[in-house]
């Protein structure tokens, strides 16, 4: 009996353990499924596609970036690898390696490929600057540069930014360089060889090699410069009269804190008359743009940046019709590799991923407004 009683005791803990084990796990996959289901995401909010500017180096390195880019976008731009210099480093032969990682990764993914750029005034490499022909042999590399790249991707990326940032401010085409003292080239090598018509070639040479991509003109401070968002209007008219196969427009949207309110409405009402596609292509929102080297993110500047942060979404989901809204994507993952910080080498934090690729207080915010915008509450 006592034998029995004790085997007893010994086999109710023996059950107890087990069941409290079991249900523990049974708690903890419970509460990961839970909070799996529940788990937002920019994606998962978002009534249209949400995507970033993405590095292969960092994706494939960094576990915290590669793991905000799987969960939170579902569309992916490349930031440099397909733009001249990246794809064409030398003049008789491509280097798809890491675009075709980074279209890999989104076709593994599920997400939305954006090529950028097939022809810009800048990070083109040294030997297209010193390259000797005639404008047919000019022509020629333009069309085989355009149409070779486009081809490789053909069904992999669905579209392209096939000409950037063509205009000076003052709505007049980039051609030559307007001050040659300052050691920076703002003029277009490509007006200077092909003609001012080339864009329209570009965009024609891009749907011969695949007729399904859809093409975009994309540049930047349409917000703060009606004289370039004029020309890009009257362009894509042209085109239209034309025939030109243009399919949407990218708004850059390098803004900052006290980027004048009505000019971003005013651009998004001017793109959204066009009837195209509508892509912020490049959004980050700068809280230096004084370059203040004293600066701190106090509350005050992110309260500021989130509501500019909720004021861009908010339009765009409000101005630009559903059918017409390609996405916002921003401009890098995390404030670390955000270019601006590279580029004019100051204090910065104009994402919504801090240094470690956490999500800010400005992520919530914009979290919020994509839920607001995506239940009707506008
Ligand atoms: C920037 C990249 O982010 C940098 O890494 C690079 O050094 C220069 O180009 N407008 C554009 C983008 O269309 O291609 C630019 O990207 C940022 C401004």
């Not at 004293?294 to 909720?310: E, H, K, P, V, W």
């Amino acid at each position: 009996m006592g034998k029995f009683k004790y085997a007893g005791i010994k086999r109710s803990l023996f059950t107890a353990t087990k069941l409290s084990l079991l249900f523990a796990a049974l708690f903890i996959i419970a509460a990961a499924g839970g909070s799996r289901q529940t788990q937002r995401t920019l994606q998962s909010t978002s009534p249209f596609p949400i995507g970033a500017a993405i590095d292969p180096g960092l994706l494939q390195h960094n576990p915290a970036y590669r793991h905000v880019v799987e969960t939170e976008f579902n569309s992916i731009t490349a930031e440099n690898v397909l733009k001249w210099a990246g794809v064409h480093p030398v003049a008789d032969r491509f280097d798809f390696t890491k675009g075709d990682i980074l279209v890999a990764f989104a076709q593994d993914h599920n997400k939305r490929f954006h090529g950028h750029n097939l022809c810009w005034y800048q990070y083109n490499p040294a030997w297209l600057r010193s390259f000797n022909g005639d404008s047919l042999a000019w022509e020629q590399l333009f069309k085989t540069h355009i149409q070779t790249v486009v081809a490789h991707y053909k069904g992999k990326i669905e579209s392209w930014d096939v000409v950037n940032e063509a205009f000076h401010e003052d709505g007049t085409l980039r051609v030559e360089d307007t001050n040659p003292a300052d050691n920076n080239d703002d003029g277009c090598i490509w007006a200077r060889h092909l003609g001012k018509d080339y864009i329209a070639r570009a965009f024609e040479y891009a749907h011969e090699a695949d007729p399904n991509a859809l093409l975009f003109y994309n540049d930047y401070n349409e917000e703060i410069s009606p004289a370039k968002l004029q020309a890009i209007i009257n362009m894509v008219k042209d085109f239209k009269h034309r025939h030109i196969p243009i399919n949407g427009l990218g708004l850059q949207m390098h803004i900052n804190i006290n980027t004048p309110q009505a000019g971003i409405t005013e651009a998004m009402r001017q793109f959204a008359a066009t009837g195209l596609q509508v892509h912020i292509a490049e959004l980050d929102i700068s809280v230096n743009p004084k370059s203040d080297t004293a600066i701190t993110y106090s509350t005050d500047l992110q309260n500021r940046q989130a509501g500019m942060f909720a004021f861009v979404v908010h339009q765009y989901a409000t101005l630009i019709p559903k059918k017409q809204q390609y996405g916002i994507t921003t401009w890098n993952v995390g404030d670390a590799d955000s270019w601006i910080r590279h580029t004019y080498r100051r204090k910065d934090w104009p994402l919504l991923f801090d240094d470690n690729y956490a999500p800010k207080p400005v992520y919530d915010t914009v979290m919020n407004v994509l839920t607001a915008v995506k239940a009707g509450r506008r």
